[in-house]
């Protein structure tokens, strides 16, 4: 059965430093998503992406965080200068079809020291 | 309450006895999704239900909709200690567009053997 993928699984990184996390979504979906779950608290929504341009994003997604997809297999998460509150654990997400069920990759630890 | 707003916080039963949780939320939906969380893991869709169905079984999960009182149950059944988890509801809301999961802080399962 076909899986969404994230790399790398956990990462450390200093106050003030660029990072990159890496999704490769199912082949055949249209619509991806990027998601944060701080510890302890609740998923938060960051921003979707559809037909190679943001569809949607939310309040947390701000001038620090940019989405990409380079080529037709991966979905980029960039956050420009990192921050100490950034880290947390950043979920990819796709559905093969707006409003339907959306499949989650195993998320990425990222730590701000 | 919150959109996605789960009851119980936590909740500890014995293997074998059903397990209830219900979820509150607010605005109008296409659709609510429920989903499982192991402890720091990825999230595992569960089931969905769309805004005009009122019940839906998958296995041992039965999950019901109330739109008019904006809730959501979900029961598993004959539960294992393997079922032992957090689970979430997430809705998506009516706004058009690839749009972004509203979760609730989920509830804490613990299955006793």
């Known amino acids: 059965e076909p899986e969404v993928t994230q790399t790398p699984s956990h990462q450390v990184t200093q106050m003030g430093q660029e990072v990159i996390l890496r999704c490769v979504p199912i082949?055949?979906?249209?619509?991806f998503y990027w998601y944060r779950q701080i510890l302890g608290q609740k998923v938060e929504f960051l921003v979707s992406?559809?037909?190679?341009?943001?569809?949607?994003k939310s309040e947390i997604f701000d001038d620090q965080f940019s989405v990409e997809r380079p080529d037709g297999s991966n979905f980029t998460l960039k956050i420009r200068s990192t921050k100490l509150e950034d880290s947390a654990m950043y979920f990819c997400?796709?559905?093969?079809?707006?409003?339907?069920?959306?499949?989650f990759g195993p998320g990425t630890r990222l730590l701000v020291l | 309450s919150q959109q996605g707003e789960e009851d119980p916080q936590a909740l500890s039963i014995q293997e074998g006895e059903n397990a209830t949780m219900n979820c509150s939320y607010k605005?109008?939906?296409?659709?609510l999704q429920w989903y499982r969380q192991n402890s720091g893991r990825g999230l595992v869709h569960l089931i969905l239900?769309?805004?005009?169905?009122r019940e839906k079984h998958s296995g041992r999960l039965r999950v019901t909709l109330d739109t008019s009182k904006k809730s959501s149950s979900l029961l598993i059944t004959a539960s294992r200690a393997a079922d032992t988890a957090s689970y979430f509801c997430?809705?998506?809301?009516?706004?058009?567009?690839?749009?972004?999961?509203?979760f609730g802080k989920g509830t804490h399962l613990i299955i006793q053997p």
């Open positions: 605005t109008s939906i296409n659709n």
């Open positions: 992406f559809y037909n190679n341009e943001i569809s949607e």
């Open positions: 997430a809705t998506d809301a009516k706004r058009g567009g690839a749009d972004g999961l509203t």
């Open positions: 239900i769309r805004s005009n169905e």
């Open positions: 997400a796709g559905s093969g079809v707006e409003g339907e069920t959306q499949y």
């Open positions: 082949s055949n979906h249209l619509y």
